[in-house]
């Protein structure tokens, strides 16, 4: 489970949320409401080999998680793990 979420990042709708030194795993998406509002969601964990973090960006309003929600979680996984 953890390569596949892993492969996400690397080549996936998950890009944004690389950080150089760190493996992150995670998963992006982007459900809509009953209104049609858009939500942008990302959820993962840092380091991927042997995690200590664990991750969830809900961006109410949000095109898409790939697109928004994804470089939130990276700058808050780089702020809370050191390479």
Same mark, same amino acid.
Do not use: C, H, W, Y
């Given at each position: ?32 409401? %009953?209104? @049609?509002? *858009? ?8 380091? +991927? /080999?042997?995690? !200590?973090? &664990?991750?969830?960006?809900?961006? %109410?309003? @949000?095109? *898409? ?8 979680? +990276? /700058?808050?996984? !780089?702020? &809370?793990?050191?390479?």
């Amino acid at each position: 489970m953890t390569a596949m979420v892993e492969q996400v990042i690397e080549r996936g709708t998950g890009k944004k949320a690389q950080i150089r030194g760190i493996r992150v795993a995670g998963k992006t998406g982007s459900p809509q409401e %009953d209104s @049609g509002q *858009t939500n942008a969601i990302f959820i993962g964990f840092a380091p +991927a /080999e042997k995690p !200590r973090l &664990a991750i969830a960006v809900v961006v %109410d309003g @949000g095109k *898409t998680g790939g697109s928004v929600a994804a470089p939130l979680a +990276a /700058e808050m996984i !780089r702020a &809370a793990v050191k390479p």
